[in-house]
C-alpha cells in the first residue's frame, strides 16, 4: 500500500472529476414489471436532461424506447412524477405485445408506443397553449382500453385538476369529449387506482393550504356502466391525517398509508369496515409525497406485502399478515426509493453509501436481491468514497437534530487538524437527505473537503413531530439546526470553525442565506435558492402557493413575517462571500430572485458570483450545467477558504471586495 502524502485540505488530488459526477448522475425512476419484463424512466444529462423510457427483456436484452427527441416527463405540480404506463395490447382476445403510454416532456400531451413502431402517436387532443394540459400517474382501466389519470389544466392565471380517462384507441384527438372526467372538485388529485373487478376506483385528494403530507383524503366511488364514477365516499383522513398510496389487496379491501398516530405506517380497510394497523411501528413506510406515482409499497399474490420502511433511509421487507413480521430483504443495499409488482414479479430502485442507484430485482421467496442495471457505469474505487457516520445532535432547547457525517477521504492525501466541512441543506423543506451513494459529495470529501448532510426540524423521515417542528418556524428551525449540528463537529475538533460554509438547493438555498447572517459560517452557495418570500407566495407555482401558510403563516396577517425571513432583506447582515447558482426557466423558483439578492449584494459591496444555465429549469439536468456549477463551487470554496484555484479547475470571478 502506498503511504498517503499529507497535503492541504482542499488540494487533495481525486480521480472523481466533475465530468464523471455529470455522467453519472443518471436517475433511474418509476419502475414497472409484467412477468419477466420490466420497464423504468432514465434521465440522460448527457442528453440535454432527456428523459426516457428503457425496457428489459425476458431475455435480459434492455431497449431504450424513445428515439430522439422524445421525452417521457410529467409537469402535472411542475415537481412531477410517473410518466409512463406499460398497456397490453390485444390481439383477437389474447395479450401478445405490451406498448408504453406515456408524457412528453415538451407539450405534456399522452402518446402511445406500440411495440416495433418506429414512432408515438398523440391520445390526446391538442391545446390552444402548448403544455397547458399535463397527465400524470396513469393506470389502467379495468377493461384495457382506457389509461385513468391525474389531469391539470392551465388557463390564463387559474389551475384546475381532475382524474380522467383516455382512450388507447386515439380518437380523443380529433373528439376532445372522449377524455371522460371522472373525478373534479378538489385543488388535487393523487393515485387513482381502478378495483380488481372494475367495480370501483379509489383515489386520494386534498385541498390548499394543505400540503400531501399535511392531510389528505382516501375516497372510493363506483363505476357506472356508462364508465363514470358515482356516489364517492371518504374512507379515510382529513385535515391533520397524511393518507397516501391506496392499493387494492382484492375486490373489497385496501391497504394504504396513513400517519395518524404520527408515522406512515400500512393499513387495511374493508369495504365499510374500520381500517386496522398492519405493523404498527415508529418508521415510515414511504418517502415524502414531492412526487405523483411513487409506489412504496406493493401486494403480492400470496397476500404478503413488499414495502419500504425505515427513517432517513428507507429499507425494503416482505410483511407477512400472517404471522405479522415484517422480514428485511437480504441485500447490501440501504436506501430504497422505489418497489413494484405484479403479484409475483418484484422490482426497485435502492442504493448504498457504496453502490449508485440501482435498478434490482427480488425473489420474493428468498428475499435475495440481483442488480440489472445501475445508474453509474464505472463508479470511482471505493477507497474515494466516504462513508457517513449518522449523527443524532443536540439543538436548541434539547431538540434532536438528524445529520449524515461525509468525512474527507483519500487514499492518497492526509491533513492535520479539524478539516473544512461545507454543511448540506436539503430542499423542500420538508424533504429528507438520506446515506445513499452521490458522487457530488465524494467530488469534495474526495479532496479534503468534509460534508454535513442535515436533516432539521421539518424533515421527513422522523414522524409527524419532526416535520411540525417547523410549523410557522420556516427560517428559524432550519437555520437554527444547520448551525447547531456544525457547531457539534466544531466542539469535537472534527470541523475547523474558520472553515465552514453553507450550501442548499430551493427551501434549502433559502435555510443558507439567513444562515449566513449570521457569525458561524465564512461563505455560502445556493442553488436556485428562494430570496423573496413575499415574491414566492406571489409567482411561484400553484402546488406550493399555499405552502407558506403553513410554515410561516397566512398572508396577509404574517406580510411583517415574511419580510422579515426574506435574504433579499437581510443583505445588510451578510458579510461573507455567496455564490448564486441559477436556472433561467425555473418556474418554481423564478429567475429574479437570484438576480434581486445579487444586486443588493452588489450594492453593498459583498464578494459573490451570481451564474444563470440557459435552458435550465428547478434542478439542473444538462451535464454541462451539473459540472460547471460542481467547479465553481469547489473553485469557490478553495478560494474563500484557502486563497487558492484547484487544479483542473476553472478559477471563479467574483464580484465585490
Known amino acids: 500500500m502506498t503511504e498517503r502524502v499529507s497535503l492541504p485540505y482542499g488540494s487533495w488530488p481525486s480521480p472523481i472529476t466533475a465530468v464523471e459526477v455529470a455522467r453519472g448522475s443518471t436517475r433511474l425512476g418509476f419502475p414497472s414489471v409484467i412477468g419477466e419484463q420490466i420497464w423504468w424512466e432514465e434521465s440522460r444529462p448527457d442528453e440535454g436532461g432527456r428523459t426516457t423510457v428503457m425496457h428489459r427483456a425476458a431475455d435480459g436484452t434492455v431497449s431504450d424506447l424513445l428515439p430522439l427527441p422524445w421525452s417521457a416527463a410529467t409537469r402535472v405540480h411542475e415537481t412531477g412524477g410517473r410518466s409512463h404506463l406499460p398497456v397490453p395490447r390485444r390481439d383477437d382476445k389474447a395479450i401478445t405485445r405490451y406498448g408504453i403510454v406515456f408524457a412528453e416532456a415538451g407539450d405534456q400531451r399522452l402518446y402511445l408506443l406500440e411495440k416495433g413502431a418506429r414512432e408515438p402517436v398523440a391520445l390526446t387532443p391538442e391545446p390552444a397553449v402548448p403544455g397547458a394540459v399535463r397527465y400524470a400517474d396513469p393506470a389502467l382501466s379495468p377493461d384495457g382500453k382506457r389509461v385513468i389519470c391525474v389531469r391539470e389544466t392551465h388557463s390564463d392565471s387559474t389551475v384546475a385538476r381532475a382524474i380522467v380517462s383516455v382512450p388507447l384507441s386515439g380518437r380523443a384527438v380529433s373528439d376532445p369529449t372522449a377524455v371522460r372526467e371522472l373525478v373534479s372538485g378538489a385543488d388535487f388529485f393523487a393515485s387513482p387506482t381502478p378495483s380488481p373487478d372494475g367495480e370501483r376506483l379509489a383515489w386520494i385528494s386534498w385541498n390548499h393550504p394543505r400540503m400531501p403530507w399535511d392531510g389528505t383524503e382516501l375516497r372510493v366511488g363506483a363505476f357506472t356502466p356508462e364508465g363514470a364514477v358515482s356516489a364517492p365516499r371518504t374512507i379515510r383522513g382529513g385535515t391533520t391525517e397524511s393518507v397516501l398510496s391506496p392499493r387494492w389487496r382484492d375486490a373489497n379491501t385496501l391497504l394504504f398509508l396513513s400517519d395518524w398516530t404520527g408515522w406512515w405506517n400500512l393499513y387495511e380497510v374493508k369495504a365499510h369496515g374500520q381500517a386496522m394497523a398492519q405493523y404498527p411501528e415508529e418508521a415510515e413506510f414511504t418517502l415524502p409525497p414531492w412526487q405523483l406515482g411513487a409506489a412504496p409499497f406493493g401486494i403480492l399474490d400470496d397476500g404478503r406485502v413488499v414495502t419500504l420502511y425505515g427513517h432517513a433511509d428507507l429499507n425494503a421487507g416482505i410483511y407477512d399478515p400472517e404471522t405479522a413480521q415484517l422480514t428485511p430483504l437480504k441485500s447490501s443495499l440501504t436506501t430504497w426509493r422505489a418497489l413494484a409488482t405484479d403479484g409475483k414479479s418484484v422490482v426497485g430502485v435502492a442504493a448504498s453509501p457504496t453502490e449508485p442507484d440501482a435498478l434490482v430485482q427480488v425473489n420474493p421467496e428468498t428475499g435475495v436481491v440481483r442488480t440489472l442495471r445501475s445508474a453509474v457505469e464505472s463508479p470511482p474505487p471505493a477507497s474515494y468514497l466516504p462513508v457517513p457516520r449518522s449523527e443524532e445532535i443536540s439543538g436548541r432547547y434539547g431538540a434532536r437534530i438528524h445529520a449524515f457525517a461525509y468525512p474527507p ?249
Not at 473 to 493: F, I, K, Q, S, Y
Open 409 to 657: 477521504t483519500s487514499p492518497e492525501a492526509c491533513a492535520d487538524g479539524p478539516a473544512p466541512y461545507v454543511v448540506w441543506v436539503h430542499g423542500g423543506p420538508t424533504g429528507c437527505a438520506d446515506s445513499s451513494l452521490d458522487l457530488a459529495k465524494a467530488y469534495f470529501t474526495s479532496r479534503g473537503i468534509g460534508i454535513l448532510d442535515v436533516n432539521h426540524g421539518g424533515s421527513t423521515g422522523y414522524g409527524r413531530s419532526y416535520r411540525e417542528r417547523l410549523h410557522r418556524n420556516w427560517g428559524v428551525v432550519d437555520v437554527e439546526d444547520a448551525t447547531a449540528a456544525v457547531l457539534d463537529l466544531v466542539e469535537r475538533g472534527i470541523a475547523d470553525p474558520t472553515r465552514l460554509a453553507v450550501r442548499g438547493a430551493s427551501a434549502g438555498g433559502l435555510t443558507t442565506l439567513l444562515a449566513l447572517t449570521g457569525t458561524t459560517f465564512a461563505c455560502g452557495t445556493s442553488y436556485y435558492g428562494v430570496t423573496d418570500l413575499m415574491r414566492l407566495a406571489a409567482e411561484t407555482h400553484d402546488f406550493e402557493s399555499r405552502y407558506l401558510d403553513t410554515i410561516i403563516g397566512p398572508l396577509p396577517g404574517y406580510a411583517s413575517v415574511y419580510e422579515e425571513r426574506s435574504p433579499v432583506n437581510r443583505v445588510h447582515e451578510i458579510d461573507v462571500p455567496v455564490l448564486l447558482l441559477q436556472g433561467d426557466q425555473d418556474p418554481i423558483v423564478p429567475p429574479a430572485q437570484a438576480g434581486a439578492l445579487a444586486s443588493a449584494l452588489t450594492a453593498r459591496g459583498v464578494v459573490h458570483a451570481h451564474i444563470e444555465f440557459a435552458g435550465e429549469p428547478h434542478g439542473f439536468r444538462k451535464a454541462e450545467s451539473v459540472r460547471a456549477a460542481l467547479e465553481a463551487e469547489l473553485a469557490f470554496y478553495c478560494k474563500v477558504f484557502f486563497g487558492f484555484t484547484p487544479p483542473g479547475v476553472p478559477p471563479i470571478a467574483l464580484t465585490g471586495g
